[in-house]
């Protein structure tokens, strides 16, 4: 009876960002059949999708660990070898739908078996028996009392000085609203961040909407898909922010449209917008919330260096655009909520661009603006120096207000 | 009086006592202060039973919020706030339990030799109503004065714990205390992660 | 009604109400995104049974005991908070002279509860969300007092059947126009949705509900619902005349305005973005809570 | 129930918090014995109230102000440990005790 | 009597609910092994406990929030008689209010809000 019940919900997936997928995931998010969980705790699939980094397997495994059962791993790309077998996985280019509730369905009648743990069933640290209580603590902070270590000794907060514990851990690469790959070591203070340092980088964006940009490499590519790529993609960046201030409907409504732009239909992102403002998103984003200075914004380039107000566009060079009076739109206080509004901008602009010239054409190997940051060597500013002083969820809030591009660009691992 | 409420009262009253105790047994401060809060829920159930609603619950709900304050306090202040090493922070300690059993027996005492006049609350009677009355009449003084205690209080806690005086950072300059007349500062060092036992040498 | 038939309409109501709300989540979810809702009817108990299904997970060293006391804590609190609410006039279950003090104790052991909660994991998501929810609930607690407290002083009396009967001739949502939105957030805070929701909010991969699985999640957020049921039910009693009205029977009239409140308390948490931590506890001190004063000063006056 | 029976959890409630405002090193710790005294201060009025003095207001009254007091003294008390940490780093009786500068 | 309804309530559905977690626990076989119980952190774990002196950011508000709840436990029985007192109550809640404001007023300028 339960097993019944329960096979027909909608599956609980918890989603491993691998490279390369992140406009796929996006697309399951909006699937009603897939209940995409912000913690493993409350999946019984594990999603992997696209490549991992060989050093991020033990990450991937603890993720495997904290299922609990019944569970099973489901991977998503066209790299995993044929070790795994077909139940379990699906190419790039097919939708897994089908196969994860297939999946779920057997997995919860008990004809795929729940799978066992991956790392050692041991404690971080031996502690049975140890210590003068046998918890493996000594006085009242030393030893590993059922495992672990004592919260780090107190310094003084970087905001009002009074010297309590800290907290350090490494947070990520499967982090929900984190970019995808990156693990940082960050240092708490109560919610605050008080330091943080990248332990690995994003993984390198590589997604769908980089397609026509590299097809304008080779050949004379329609004005229309470019911008209708450029569209897609800040649709997406905006569906993120919009999610992370509990907006998950209207970030699934943004979503949806960003599928749509990506599949030659027309749409106005207008009535998103009226409801986004409606609904406080200027609240949400504090004024002068992740503002940075003027050279990092030149740097980044793209979106960014725009909402910095530098109005700083190859479209304004190029022949098809000016024929459009194209002027490149911008803000100007260079914070979360200026980057946001010229995703928005930018997005109608790109589609007002599509509408009045449909059928333009720019010839191959013309220099267009990306819609993303500056695709260039690692720059001497971390994205670790926007986070100490913030609260957790304005600290996520400004991780999401920049492209991957951009955070792979403030994220490197060694010194540029 | 029934059985039930009897019955009630007893139970009531030994969890009061009970959680009292542990208290003062728990290494968690977060349990410590929530027993407190157990206490405080038991004596506001037994003050119903008494016949007084409106002190009963307001009892718990001042002290559900209060308690709340305190464990954040405490958690904040204390070393070891989840007890994970378990510990014991105390001193004089037989001379406490001997000043706790004295006082309790002492009280006691009296209570037993005393003879109090029987004069319970009419079952009709309307607590709630008197209570407002009396706030409005004769004890205005008393309520007037309790308001601007309770704004005293405000200013005064707001001044005391913010640390943004008008003279600059109020920790300005200062060192953490010795743990032994005329050593060195003790403050929370990193060698000391053995903690409060362990400096004892 | 005998007190059997009373048990009974409340077990029903706060179970009815409970998968009313989620079958409006979903609904509402799906309207929003302009496509088709999935079984809406069903998928509750698809996803409870999901939920009973999955193994109850442990972390390292966690306070148990409080872990699995909170949800069962949290949930008996909402019931005792629909227990307040007459059904008819001469129906409920806790016929308490103080009615509305009871409810403000519901409130600030709610507080306590779901800080233990968060607090008894032993993970960090948990206990941000556990002390930040402790931040918004504290004060949003005393805008609720205000209101109902405003909504006594007609009434005479702090028993909520002589409150719903003092709005007899006019009900308190038009005499005492800001006390039901403001006591609206207070439901939305007390059960941490939408724009409240600052324990188990999505930057923190569910807050105080990061860790667990299997059953207790499954109290948890039966509790959630539960308490979002008790609050509408309050409102619906405190500013809308509760079972008042013509010709219907009580309890339905009790029921109807209960709905009509759930389906306010879900669009106002879908509709709202939640804001800082910060920032919404500077707006509930310097908005909010000057917005209460002016209600009771109304209610005050309008009463003399 | 009797009053006696109430006074005597009452001492019961003051002599355990007695014990821990005694003992307890930490400030905070100790104000949790205060509490508890406060606690059965609390019940002994209410009981006098209720038994003894049958149901006058100021009984009543009495037990708020109990309350009152509790919490000025948790609100200062606390103001005061926050004060005294911030510039010592101590929460400990015994440590600000032997402090001299 | 309310009490006992309020309390039989309570207790059944707290008995009610860990008895479900219970049943749960017992009814299935997998034990959660140590790997499973490393706290959520995106894959990463932990360096050590996270019970910690935390760091609460809001520590003057509750300081104050104390005090206003104080404050709001004269006013319920206040409630109750103010249509019999009138205007005298009327008055009475005048002074509530400024007091409150005030109280408002002064922490609002002393910033504490704000996270510290």
Not at chain 3, 206 to 229: H, K, N, P, Q, Y
Not at chain 3, 242 to 256: A, E, K, Q, S, T
Not at chain 4, 14 to 34: A, E, N, P, R
Request: charged content about 15%; glycine content about 8%; aromatic content about 8%.
């Amino acid at each position: 009876m339960l097993e019944r019940l329960a096979a027909r919900a909608p599956v609980p997936v918890f989603v491993a960002m691998g490279r390369d997928r992140a406009p796929a995931v996006e697309r399951l998010l909006r699937n009603a059949d897939i209940d995409v969980t912000a913690t493993p705790r409350h999946a019984s699939i594990l999603l992997v999708a696209g490549r991992v980094r060989d050093s991020d397997q033990a990450y991937l495994d603890r993720l495997h660990d904290q299922l609990p059962h019944p569970r099973a791993t489901f991977w998503w790309g066209d790299e995993q070898g044929d070790d795994v077998d077909e139940a379990r996985r699906a190419a790039s280019s097919d939708d897994p739908v089908v196969a994860l509730r297939v999946l779920y369905r057997n997995l919860i009648s008990g004809a795929h078996a729940s799978e066992t743990h991956r790392l050692a069933d041991e404690p971080p640290a031996p502690w049975r028996g140890k210590g003068d209580h046998g918890q493996g603590g000594e006085g009242m902070m030393g030893g590993v009392p059922y495992g672990r270590m004592m919260p780090m000794p107190p310094t003084p907060d970087i905001r009002d000085g009074l010297t309590l514990d800290v907290y350090t851990t490494q947070i990520g690469p499967f982090m929900p609203y984190w970019p995808a790959g990156l693990v940082l070591e960050v240092t708490f203070q109560g919610d605050v961040i008080q330091s943080a340092e990248v332990v690995n980088p994003t993984y390198p964006p590589r997604d769908v909407d980089r397609v026509p940009f590299d097809h304008l490499l080779h050949e004379t590519t329609a004005l229309a898909q470019i911008e209708r790529a450029r569209a897609a993609h800040h649709l997406v960046c905006i569906a993120r922010l919009l999610s992370l201030v509990g907006l998950p409907t209207l970030s699934r409504r943004a979503q949806i449209l960003a599928a749509r732009v990506r599949a030659n239909e027309t749409i106005a992102i207008a009535p998103l917008r009226k409801a986004a403002a409606r609904s406080g998103l200027k609240a949400a984003l504090a004024p002068g919330l992740g503002r940075i200075d003027d050279r990092l914004a030149r740097e980044l380039g793209g979106p960014v260096q725009r909402a910095a107000g530098h109005a700083i566009d190859h479209r304004s060079d190029n022949p098809t655009y000016t024929r459009l009076d194209f002027t490149p739109v911008m803000q100007t206080q260079s914070d979360c909520r200026a980057r946001l509004a010229q995703w928005f901008d930018e997005a109608e602009q790109a589609l007002a661009l599509v509408s009045a010239a449909p059928d333009a054409m720019i010839d191959h190997g013309a220099l267009i603006e990306a819609p993303w940051a500056h695709r260039a060597p690692p720059i001497d500013y971390r994205v670790t120096e926007l986070l100490p002083g913030l609260e957790w969820s304005e600290a996520l809030l400004v991780l999401n207000s920049f492209d991957s591009a951009a955070l792979c660009r403030m994220a490197p691992l060694e010194a540029p | 009086m029934s059985v039930v409420d009897d019955m009630a009262f007893w139970i009531f009253a030994l969890t009061a006592i009970v959680s009292g105790w542990r208290v003062f047994c728990t290494d968690s401060m977060v349990r410590a202060s929530f027993l407190l809060l157990a206490s405080f829920i038991a004596v506001g159930l037994i003050m119903l039973l008494l016949g007084a609603p409106y002190l009963g619950i307001a009892t718990i709900f001042m002290m559900g919020v209060e308690m709340m304050v305190m464990a954040l306090f405490m958690v904040m202040y204390m070393m070891n706030p989840a007890g994970l090493n378990p510990m014991v922070m105390v001193h004089q300690h037989r001379f406490s339990i001997g000043a706790g059993i004295a006082a309790f027996v002492g009280l006691a005492a009296v209570m037993l030799v005393t003879d109090f006049a029987d004069n319970p609350v009419a079952s009709d009677a309307r607590v709630v109503t008197d209570l407002g009355k009396e706030l409005l009449g004769d004890s205005m003084l008393i309520f007037e004065t309790a308001g601007v205690t309770l704004l005293a209080t405000m200013v005064a806690s707001v001044i005391l714990s913010s640390r943004s005086g008008r003279f600059g950072p109020a920790d300005e300059g200062s060192v953490p205390p010795p743990l032994e007349p005329g050593g060195q500062p003790a403050g929370r060092l990193p060698e000391e992660g053995g903690g409060h036992g362990h400096h004892h040498h | 009604m005998t007190p059997i038939v009373l048990t009974m309409t409340w077990v029903a109501f706060l179970l009815g109400m409970a998968w009313y709300i989620a079958v409006l989540d979903g609904l509402w979810a799906a309207a929003r995104e302009g496509r088709q809702p999935r079984a809406p009817l069903a998928n509750p108990l698809y996803r409870c049974a999901t939920i009973l299904r999955q193994q109850s997970n442990l972390t390292e060293a966690p306070d148990l005991l409080n872990w699995r006391l909170a949800p069962a804590l949290y949930a008996g609190l909402a019931g005792t908070g629909v227990a307040l609410v007459p059904f008819s006039s001469a129906s409920v279950l806790a016929d308490l002279e103080v009615g509305i003090v009871w409810w403000g104790a519901v409130e600030a052991l709610t507080v306590v509860v779901v800080f233990l909660h968060g607090w008894s994991a032993n993970s960090q998501l948990g206990l941000i969300g556990a002390y930040r929810y402790v931040a918004i609930g504290l004060p949003v607690m005393l805008i609720s007092m205000f209101v109902l407290i405003a909504a006594a002083l007609p009434a005479e009396s702090l028993a909520v059947p002589k409150i719903i009967e003092s709005q007899h001739e006019l009900w308190n949502v038009i005499r005492q126009p800001l006390g039901l939105p403001l006591f609206l957030l207070l439901g939305l805070s007390l059960s941490f949705r939408g724009p409240f929701n600052y324990a188990d909010s999505a930057d923190l991969a569910d807050g105080t509900a990061s860790e667990i699985s299997g059953a207790a999640r499954l109290v948890w957020e039966f509790a959630r619902l539960a308490m979002l049921v008790a609050t509408a039910a309050m409102a619906a009693t405190v500013f809308l005349g509760g079972y008042l009205g013509p010709v219907l029977p009580g309890p339905l009239w009790l029921l109807l305005k209960t709905a009509v409140v759930l389906v306010l308390l879900v669009a106002l948490s879908h509709l709202f973005a939640r804001i800082s931590p910060s920032r919404m506890l500077t707006l509930i001190w310097i908005v909010l809570m000057p917005l209460a004063f002016i209600d009771l000063v109304w209610a005050g006056l309008v009463a003399l | 129930m009797t009053l006696t029976a109430i006074l005597l959890v009452a001492a019961a409630l003051i002599g355990i918090g007695l014990y821990g405002t005694l003992s307890q090193q930490s400030f905070v710790m100790l104000m949790m014995g205060l509490e508890l005294m406060l606690n059965g201060v609390l019940l002994a009025a209410v009981g006098f109230w209720s038994l003894a003095a049958g149901g006058v207001p100021t009984g009543q009254l009495l037990a708020i102000v109990t309350m009152a007091v509790m919490a000025v003294e948790m609100s200062v008390g606390f103001a005061l440990i926050t004060a005294v940490y911030r510039n010592r780093q101590a929460d400990m009786t015994e440590s600000l005790g032997t402090m001299k500068h | 009597m309310a009490l006992t309804g309020l309390l039989t309530i309570m207790g059944t559905i707290v008995a009610g609910a860990l008895l479900l977690q219970w049943v749960a626990a017992r009814t299935r076989r997998d034990r959660v092994v140590e790997s499973q119980k490393i706290p959520f952190l995106g894959g990463s774990a932990p360096n050590t406990h996270a019970w910690q002196r935390f760091h609460v950011r809001y520590y003057s508000m509750t300081l104050l929030f104390i005090a206003f709840e104080m404050e709001m436990m004269f006013m319920y029985p206040w409630a109750v008689v103010y249509v019999a007192e009138g205007v005298k109550a009327l008055a009475e809640m005048g002074m509530f209010l400024a007091i409150l404001t005030v109280g408002i007023l002064y922490g609002w300028r002393e910033g504490i809000f704000r996270w510290q």
